[in-house]
């Protein structure tokens, strides 16, 4: 059985930081490549960060050399370091890997 459980979400201001994990179970890890995505209410859920099992990175337009992802195989735990947070970053975020979700973790950045 597949989980994936995220933690880390919370109330910052704008231009704090916050760091989110995810550690997951289930399922060889170190060869999946893994998700970051958000949703926020009335929008449909979107990609800000993806990492391959290998290490490469892709990130979103409106998240670039802000956020960054990263994978620790030995703690089957993906993270996603948000530096420079902005009001418009409030979302639920979730961490997905093949057809898997986590129940999301929410971020709340206030102006």
């Known amino acids: 059985q597949v989980q994936l459980v995220e933690s880390g979400g919370g109330l910052v201001q704008a231009g704090g930081s916050l760091r989110l994990s995810c550690v997951v179970s289930?399922?060889?890890?170190?060869?999946?490549?893994m998700g970051w995505f958000r949703q926020a209410p009335g929008k449909q859920r979107e990609l800000v960060a993806t990492i391959s099992s290998g290490g490469n990175t892709n990130y979103a337009d409106s998240v670039k050399g802000r956020f960054t992802i990263s994978r620790d195989n030995a703690k089957n735990t993906v993270y996603l370091q948000m530096n420079s947070l902005k009001p418009e970053d409030s979302a639920v975020y979730y961490c997905?890997?093949?057809?898997?979700w986590g129940q999301g973790t929410q971020v709340t950045v206030s102006s």
């Open positions: 289930g399922l060889t890890f170190s060869t999946y490549a």
């Open positions: 997905g890997v093949n057809k898997y």
